[in-house]
């Protein structure tokens, strides 16, 4: 389910099968990595959607985390650790993290959550047909990801 109205109003009729939250990290850069970064910020928002179709009914695709590039590390974890906090209150069991960052895989200790970092491919030269071939075979991948998280806890 995406964070839209009648996704929302689906997820306020089915909440106790909803078990799974997803917030996607979306870096931005105004410096040299500008375009690398709007590049990471396209990849993982293609992928969610993609994610979200697969899992709907068990998933809800929060919107995503845009972030500053030239923000402190710890003060980006507190951020998070508060999204953290509301989220497992309001009934997820399982929150899942999504991002072509590689900065983030220093933080995860430091999070509750479970990261998944995927590296970014560059889509911006590809036609659709082939971008949308790329982004099921990365969510194939990424299905297996959730399913081994969700049975480590049945």
Same mark, same amino acid.
């Given at each position: 389910m995406?964070?839209?109205?009648q996704?929302?109003?689906?997820?306020?009729?089915?909440?106790?099968?909803?078990?799974?939250?997803?917030?996607?990290?979306?870096?931005?850069?105004?410096?040299?990595?500008?375009?690398?970064?709007?590049?990471?910020?396209?990849?993982?928002?293609?992928?969610?959607?993609?994610?979200?179709?697969?899992?709907?009914?068990?998933? $809800?695709?929060?919107?995503?985390?845009? %972030?500053? @590039? =030239?923000?402190? !590390? *710890?003060?980006?974890?507190?951020? /998070?650790? +508060?999204?953290?906090?509301?989220?497992?209150?309001?009934?997820?069991?399982?929150?899942?993290?999504?991002?072509?960052?590689?900065?983030?895989?220093?933080?995860?200790k430091?999070?509750?959550?479970?990261?998944?970092?995927?590296?970014?491919?560059? $889509?911006?030269?590809?036609?659709?047909? %082939?971008? @949308? =071939?790329?982004? !099921? *075979?990365?969510?194939?991948?990424? /299905?297996? +990801?959730?399913?081994?998280?969700?049975?480590?806890?049945?």
């Amino acid at each position: 389910m995406k964070w839209i109205p009648q996704d929302i109003d689906q997820y306020l009729q089915a909440k106790e099968y909803v078990d799974t939250a997803v917030l996607p990290l979306l870096p931005v850069s105004f410096d040299a990595d500008i375009k690398q970064t709007a590049s990471m910020t396209e990849f993982i928002t293609l992928l969610s959607i993609q994610l979200e179709r697969q899992f709907k009914g068990r998933l $809800l695709l929060l919107p995503g985390f845009s %972030y500053l @590039k =030239s923000v402190e !590390e *710890d003060k980006l974890v507190e951020n /998070l650790r +508060v999204w953290e906090t509301e989220i497992l209150q309001k009934g997820f069991k399982y929150f899942f993290y999504v991002t072509s960052d590689s900065q983030w895989k220093t933080s995860e200790k430091a999070l509750n959550g479970s990261l998944i970092w995927i590296p970014s491919l560059p $889509l911006e030269n590809m036609d659709e047909q %082939y971008k @949308k =071939s790329i982004l !099921e *075979d990365q969510v194939k991948q990424l /299905l297996n +990801v959730f399913i081994q998280k969700w049975r480590e806890n049945e």
